[in-house]
């Protein structure tokens, strides 16, 4: 079947604008996470959606970013008033964390670039 | 600091050889654990994961060993190819939370 969805793959953008980077998780996977990547970084966990709960925002770096997921399946990321630390790769993952320990599955990731 | 990390930032190796990539952890509340393969422009791919009841889980051409004595956790791969040329992360789960902590990768060249 087909796999984790992310649009748009490649995204430059000016200093100061906004963003919105879409993810579309495996059909019937009720766990969503997004993590940021930097150029020859590991992973930087930013947000996790899990079914209807409240989601774990403690990874988000600042008020600048914000995350939806609407009706328990897409999930749009905003970035507003783009800096150029925001530069890096932006992976979503989905799978069944609430069957415990389960891999996650990802993504191709969105790059974004700030100039 | 990081709870995961890894020994070697880049590994080269012969096709054909057998490869080993380390990776420690610090947290023994560490339940779950996962090797991931990157290759350019992807996201990761998932390879072997192991539960902490465990020491050795094998698959096809990986082995995944588990020493929870020293927190150690390494990925071994078999008869390496150039195909498995990309950057492997090991990430763990804390029992009770939801997310993965990973490492910051080792990169494997593997020359034909």
């Known amino acids: 079947g087909a796999g984790v969805s992310q649009s748009p793959s490649n995204k430059v953008t000016e200093k100061g604008k906004d963003v919105e980077l879409r993810c579309d998780p495996i059909?019937?996977?009720?766990?969503l996470y997004w993590y940021r990547q930097s150029l020859g970084q590991g992973l930087e966990f930013l947000i996790y959606f899990q079914g209807n709960s409240a989601p774990d925002k403690s990874g988000l770096p600042s008020d600048r970013f914000s995350a939806e997921r609407t009706g328990g399946s897409v999930s749009t990321l905003t970035i507003q008033r783009t800096q150029q630390e925001d530069s890096a790769v932006y992976l979503c993952?989905?799978?069944?964390?609430?069957?415990?320990?389960?891999?996650?599955?990802f993504g191709n990731g969105t790059r974004l670039t700030v100039t | 600091g990081e709870s995961v990390g890894l020994h070697l930032p880049t590994l080269s190796v012969q096709e054909g050889d057998n490869s080993i990539i380390n990776c420690a952890y610090s947290n023994s509340a560490s339940d779950y654990f996962i090797w991931y393969k990157q290759e350019s422009g992807k996201g990761p791919q998932f390879i072997i994961d192991i539960r902490s009841n465990m020491d050795k889980r094998q698959g096809q051409r990986v082995t995944v060993l588990l020493n929870k004595t020293v927190k150690h956790l390494s990925l071994q791969i078999a008869a390496t190819q150039p195909g498995d040329s990309a950057v492997y992360f090991c990430?763990?789960?804390?029992?009770?939370?939801?997310?993965?902590?990973f490492g910051k990768g080792t990169m494997l060249l593997v020359s034909p």
């Open positions: 059909s019937g996977h009720t766990a």
């Open positions: 990430a763990e789960n804390i029992r009770g939370y939801s997310t993965l902590t």
């Open positions: 993952a989905s799978g069944h964390r609430d069957r415990g320990s389960s891999p996650l599955h």
